[in-house]
């Protein structure tokens, strides 16, 4: 009997992952993809909403606090990659073996001003291998959304091996965003990251903080999803390399959790950190969503959706005016899911919002503003009479290996990491664009280093909610985007890949060089800063400052810590993850079918 591609993506991976891990060949009830006993799965809007910690600037070696190149500040960050066990689940006891920065999920915000340099210290204290695969723990940060050196960038094959540590410096010039940083080893994104390595960096500046909430009235949402083995522990399951749906959506590394909101404007920080899934979030009431900022910070003007599309790695910012309802009323953030995803009994559900009757402090000019005109940007101001070169590049599937114009990560390792998908000139303005026109994925491809603006999908505009710098866009089934972007502030090597993590790592992931290749290159990414052994001070002197601009005042960041969504880790510094069979995957729930093709926000 034939096999439709449908059940290969649904069922396809048994033969693969689910045999490596010793999983049972038998389907299993289509309501979840967990192999939790009923009475231990978690259920919506159960568990209260927390945000990570942020963390605090630490140095104890007393190092510079101003760069005496450029005179710009420096703050210190220190985090540790660790095993450690989360309660996820709602039984008392039932812990989750995660992999965290300090041992939790999400990792600790950073949170930072624009134009304060940070120099982040990762030191690796991971067990050896991975307990589910067995694949070695080496890392590799990537600061997502950052202008970094490529050295500092997270290249895939800069890895940071158990007992090494690595110090990224980010210069901190773009204007105010949400960035986050996230695991990047090469080949093994998709586990490491699923396993708990990622977190939220925030950059403010004067002109985010003129125009939205501050403080606890701006709230950053993690999203991601998850499956449970028997024992509690992740399971996983790529489905023949396709990607990873769970059946548990987490917020801050939460089950579903429910949030008290004053009668006033919030600003949510959302980032999809799911592996895989994309969504399609809206509110039970039908009111609309205001976006006012996307990857690359603030757009033009305020655009108002009801529904919108979010892939993986996306960050869409908005603001939800809570004044409108009444006290005790309940507002859902729902997910209406898009093509190719698989979809469970609680999956169309997020988080939810409980509106209480709390004094609102009046004097904040942002409790009642929904702002319409926001702030350009270079790359929004770019026109396409500016480009001197468009490029075509086609995403698509060669057998078992996800390519980018038939080109893999693998091409570039054998060439001495030489390869290249495309040659620009610094300070040049140019016209990507990515066809999806070989099957039923979509891929949210992200250019590291730069900004882009899109200016086009299947020959019309973008939809409202992109209109907005972007670092990452979603490709949908038999889509082309066009995008425009100006290279630079830096030479060297940057990858370009997609960020269906599973996709990533087999093996849809290329690079791009700017500038003219140096021979040697002294910002060469594999041999230009090196991780060293744990506890090893770093004498590498701060990159040479960008030409971009400066922030006028540097005021201290506004966001307060609170309540971390995880225990802390074990006294001990890298236990090992228990290691636990992964549920099989199940067919796709009996939601209504979704049309083909792009609908959201016209």
């Known amino acids: 009997m034939a096999v439709s591609r449908r059940n290969v993506l649904l069922l396809g991976g048994?033969?693969?992952?689910?045999?490596?891990?010793?999983?049972?060949?038998?389907?299993?009830?289509?309501k979840s993809a967990s192999a939790l006993a009923d009475s231990l799965m978690p259920r919506p809007f159960r568990t209260e909403f927390a945000q990570a910690p942020v963390l605090a600037?630490?140095?104890?070696?007393?190092?510079?606090?101003?760069?005496?190149v450029d005179g710009k500040p420096i703050k210190y960050y220190t985090v540790t990659e660790q095993a450690a066990s989360a309660q996820i689940l709602p039984k008392a006891g039932l812990l989750t073996p995660i992999l965290g920065y300090n041992g939790i999920f999400p990792g600790p915000t950073i949170d930072v001003y624009q134009g304060t340099k940070v120099e982040l210290t990762v030191v690796n204290k991971l067990p050896r291998q991975h307990a589910l695969d067995g694949h070695s723990l080496d890392t590799s940060t990537h600061l997502h959304g950052s202008a970094s050196l490529p050295q500092y960038d997270g290249y895939a094959s800069d890895i940071t091996r158990p007992g090494f540590q690595k110090t990224y410096k980010y210069p901190n010039f773009q204007g105010g965003r949400t960035l986050w940083y996230h695991d990047h080893g090469v080949h093994h994104?998709?586990?490491?990251?699923?396993?708990?390595?990622?977190?939220?960096?925030?950059?403010?500046?004067?002109?985010?903080?003129?125009?939205?909430?501050?403080?606890?009235?701006?709230?950053?949402?993690?999203?991601s999803d998850a499956m449970f083995a028997a024992n509690g522990a992740l399971g996983y399951d790529d489905n023949s390399r396709s990607g990873l749906w769970g059946d548990v959506i987490l917020v801050n590394g939460r089950p579903w959790p429910v949030m008290k909101v004053q009668k006033r404007v919030y600003r949510f920080r959302f980032l999809n950190c799911c592996i895989?899934?994309?969504?399609?979030?809206?509110?039970?009431?039908?009111?609309?969503?205001?976006?006012?900022?996307?990857?690359?910070?603030?757009?033009?003007?305020?655009?108002p959706v009801r529904e919108y599309r979010h892939a993986g790695a996306e960050r869409y910012e908005f603001l939800v005016d809570f004044s409108k309802y009444r006290t005790g009323q309940r507002i859902e953030l729902q997910n209406l899911s898009n093509d190719n995803n698989v979809d469970y009994d609680f999956t169309n559900k997020i988080m939810a919002f409980d509106v209480v009757d709390e004094?609102?402090?009046?004097?904040?000019?942002?409790?009642?503003?929904?702002?319409?005109?926001?702030?350009?940007?270079?790359?929004?101001?770019?026109?396409?009479?500016?480009?001197?070169?468009?490029?075509?590049?086609?995403?698509?599937?060669?057998?078992?290996?996800?390519?980018?114009?038939?080109?893999?990560?693998?091409?570039?390792?054998?060439?001495?990491?030489?390869?290249?998908?495309?040659?620009?000139?610094?300070?040049?303005?140019?016209?990507?664009?990515?066809?999806?026109s070989s099957g039923g994925w979509f891929h949210p491809m992200h250019?590291?280093?730069?900004?882009?603006?899109?200016?086009?999908?299947?020959?019309?505009?973008?939809?409202?909610?992109?209109?907005?710098?972007?670092?990452?866009?979603?490709?949908?089934?038999?889509?082309?985007?066009?995008?425009?972007?100006?290279?630079?502030?830096?030479?060297?090597?940057?990858?370009?890949?997609?960020?269906?993590?599973?996709?990533?790592?087999?093996?849809?992931?290329?690079?791009?060089?700017?500038?003219?290749?140096?021979?040697?290159?002294?910002?060469?990414?594999?041999?230009?800063?090196?991780?060293?052994?744990?506890?090893?001070?770093?004498?590498?002197?701060?990159?040479?400052?960008?030409?971009?601009?400066?922030?006028?005042?540097?005021?201290?960041?506004?966001?307060?810590?609170?309540?971390?969504?995880?225990?802390?880790?074990?006294?001990?510094?890298?236990?090992?993850?228990?290691?636990?069979?992964?549920?099989?995957?199940?067919?796709?729930?009996?939601?209504?079918?979704?049309?083909?093709?792009?609908?959201?926000?016209?």
Not at 191 to 220: F, I, T, W
Not at 368 to 376: E, H, K, M, S
Not at 411 to 436: C, H, P, Q
């Open 447 to 602: 250019i590291h280093l730069i900004d882009f603006k899109i200016i086009g999908r299947n020959g019309r505009a973008p939809f409202a909610y992109e209109k907005g710098p972007k670092d990452t866009v979603y490709v949908g089934e038999g889509e082309t985007v066009r995008l425009l972007m100006k290279f630079g502030p830096h030479k060297g090597r940057y990858m370009v890949h997609c960020h269906n993590l599973v996709h990533e790592d087999h093996d849809m992931m290329a690079q791009y060089q700017v500038g003219e290749s140096a021979d040697p290159d002294p910002n060469d990414p594999m041999t230009a800063d090196p991780a060293v052994p744990a506890g090893t001070s770093s004498t590498t002197p701060s990159p040479s400052p960008s030409a971009s601009p400066t922030p006028s005042v540097s005021p201290s960041a506004t966001s307060s810590p609170s309540v971390s969504p995880s225990p802390s880790p074990s006294a001990s510094p890298s236990p090992s993850m228990s290691p636990s069979p992964s549920p099989t995957p199940t067919k796709k729930s009996g939601k209504k079918s979704q049309t083909k093709g792009p609908r959201a926000g016209r």
């Open 14 to 30: 048994l033969g693969v992952a689910g045999a490596a891990l010793g999983v049972p060949t038998t389907a299993v009830n289509a």
């Open 359 to 436: 004094p609102v402090d009046t004097s904040d000019p942002t409790w009642n503003r929904i702002p319409t005109a926001l702030v350009g940007s270079e790359v929004m101001d770019l026109q396409e009479s500016q480009s001197t070169r468009r490029r075509h590049f086609r995403v698509k599937r060669d057998d078992s290996t996800w390519t980018i114009d038939g080109e893999t990560w693998a091409d570039v390792i054998a060439s001495n990491y030489r390869k290249v998908m495309a040659e620009v000139e610094l300070g040049a303005t140019e016209i990507w664009e990515f066809e999806n």
């Open 276 to 303: 895989s899934r994309s969504f399609r979030p809206r509110l039970s009431t039908g009111d609309p969503l205001v976006m006012v900022a996307t990857d690359g910070g603030l757009m033009p003007t305020a655009q």
């Open 57 to 68: 600037a630490d140095d104890p070696l007393g190092r510079p606090t101003i760069d005496p």
């Open 189 to 223: 994104t998709a586990l490491n990251a699923y396993s708990g390595l990622a977190g939220q960096y925030h950059m403010h500046d004067a002109n985010s903080e003129r125009l939205l909430p501050r403080g606890k009235y701006d709230v950053a949402l993690t999203v």
